[in-house]
């Protein structure tokens, strides 16, 4: 059974910094595409930042330059560092995997809260 497990989220100060961790059992990781989505309250989940099997990267404009994704293929990890937190950040983040255009390898983790406040 896939499972993704999210772990680094916390309380934070505006202007701190987290890294957030998403471990997976999944065979053939490196084939995956990692996304991290993030869920405010009220608010519908949005992707932000996504890192492809080629390791390029792509994040949503509210978070350029101040977030990093990365991932370890040999950890089957996948990280998200957080620079520069602001109180728009505090959501539930969420780690997402998948093959694009293939059907039934779509897969999220449980999510981790982020609260960004002073």
């Known amino acids: 059974q896939v499972q993704l497990v999210e772990s680094g989220g916390g309380l934070v100060q505006p202007g701190g910094s987290l890294r957030l961790s998403c471990a997976a059992s999944?065979?053939?990781?490196?084939?995956?595409?990692m996304n991290w989505y993030r869920q405010g309250p009220g608010k519908q989940r949005d992707l932000v930042a996504t890192?492809?099997?080629?390791?390029?990267?792509n994040y949503a404009d509210s978070v350029k330059g101040r977030f990093t994704i990365s991932r370890d293929n040999a950890k089957n990890t996948v990280y998200l560092q957080m620079n520069s937190l602001k109180p728009d950040d505090t959501a539930v983040y969420y780690c997402?995997?998948?093959?694009?255009?293939?059907?039934?390898?779509?897969?999220w983790g449980q999510g981790t809260q982020v609260t960004v406040s002073s």
């Open positions: 890192i492809s099997s080629r390791h390029s990267t």
């Open positions: 997402n995997a998948k093959i694009p255009l293939v059907v039934g390898h779509n897969y």
């Open positions: 999944l065979a053939s990781f490196s084939i995956y595409e």
